[in-house]
């Protein structure tokens, strides 16, 4: 949650890797929202983190309207192939 608090005035941070960390849904959703006005990171790993379909769809909304994060890691989650065809969708 401070992670989240702290990214939301970040202006410095480029690069993020949360890799192998018990991330889960309300983590992800916490970065999505944090991360929705936030021009700053370009890098955000994610792989391993227990992620599922609510988590991958709050980051694929935050991405709607962050164009600076370029790079965004989801391997080795718990996400189902709707959900993955949804996000990837959402990309183009």
Avoid: P, W
């Avoid at 192998?20 to 992800?28: K, Q, T």
């Amino acid at each position: 949650v401070a992670l989240c608090e702290a990214l939301k005035v970040n202006y410095t941070l480029k690069h993020i890797d949360l890799n192998n960390s018990e991330i889960r849904d309300e983590g992800a959703i916490a970065l999505g929202t944090a991360l929705k006005d936030n021009h700053c990171l370009i890098t955000l790993s994610l792989a391993i983190c227990q992620i599922r379909d609510a988590g991958v769809q709050a980051l694929g909304e935050m991405l709607q309207t962050n164009t600076t994060l370029t790079y965004l890691e989801l391997g080795a989650n718990i996400i189902t192939n709707i959900t993955a065809d949804a996000f990837y969708k959402s990309l183009n």
